[in-house]
């Protein structure tokens, strides 16, 4: 399975936002996917001019019949910080939680059953939006949609649970100091339609980002974060505003440092430490999950390094356990994980 949109039985659609009340009036609805209310208008600020964000998460299916949710509130506090950072009315974040909840449920037939191969493994996706109403002027939208779809998935990357080659981009930049790079806006995903057509021109899979101002610090992929560990150390860049937060890589972050008892450093992160010191190198992220990087090539292809030939052995063992909460094998440590069903 792919990592594709496929059509399921519920969408959830909450058009009921007052600007006047500054409320939500009432908690939505489910609509089949077929249903006319479910059409983006071609006049919307989001189709026109941008304004629209979105969340990732996943439900899995564990081996016991559960379905879990991982870590969805802290989407729902993204979803809302995103929403601020383009004027947009935040959605509550027990409103976004509850639907989520409901939505997954009703679309239960459509969640991949466990599968102990990665590669073969799939999930629920869960993708929620919120998208401008519509109107003319370039201004905030200030009477959005929020809509829910889910989606079942399999590995994001197609070489799946296996070393990917990464691009270092070098003439392109996906978010500079004082930007929106640390907002969950679609503008920031097809900024990386050239780089990611550049990197599979020369070979490679994935865009590897590096700071906007410099072009010296490796930042993050297109679509999820950067890792490399270093002897024992696990340093990934600091968050800042051209960063999004991921809420796997804090989830790494923590299982490394409490649980492996690793070092954990987030600073800046020179590719030129990278290409020297780097003993791993892998991309998380929830559709990506936790993506080895086997090889990096930078300078336009000049140069390539190679990291690992196979997945290392701390991304594998981050991946376990990573993977291992999330659908519910080993027990969960940080209460992360809510059992629905
Ligand atoms: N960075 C980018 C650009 C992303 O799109 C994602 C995916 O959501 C991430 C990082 C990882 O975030 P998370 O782990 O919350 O999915
Ligand atoms: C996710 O990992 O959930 C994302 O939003 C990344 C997206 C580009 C698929």
Redesign the pocket.
Known sequence: MAFGFTKTDFVYINDSYNPDTGRWENEGQFLGPDDPKLMVHYASYGVNYGNSIFE??KAYLGKDGHVRLFRIE??GK?FGRSAEGILMPPVPVDLFVKKVKELVIKNRNYIPAFDPDPNNRGSLYIRPLLIGEPGLGVRRAENPTFLIFVSPVGPYYATGFNPLHGMVIHHMVRAMPGGHGAY?TGA??VMSMLATAYAKKNGCQEAIWLDGYRHENIE??????FMCRIQNTLVTPALSDT?????????ILRLAREQLGMTIEERDLPLEEVLTDADETFG?????VITPIGKISAYHGRYTQEITKDVGELSRKLYDMLTGIQWGVVDDPFKWVTILD
Request: charge should be positive; aromatic fraction near 4%; include cysteine.
């Open positions: 990732g998460a802290e989407n993204r969950k920031n995903y993050e992929l297109s679509a999820c974060n960063i999004l937060a991921g809420i796997t890589r804090n989830s998380c992220g929830t559709a990506a």
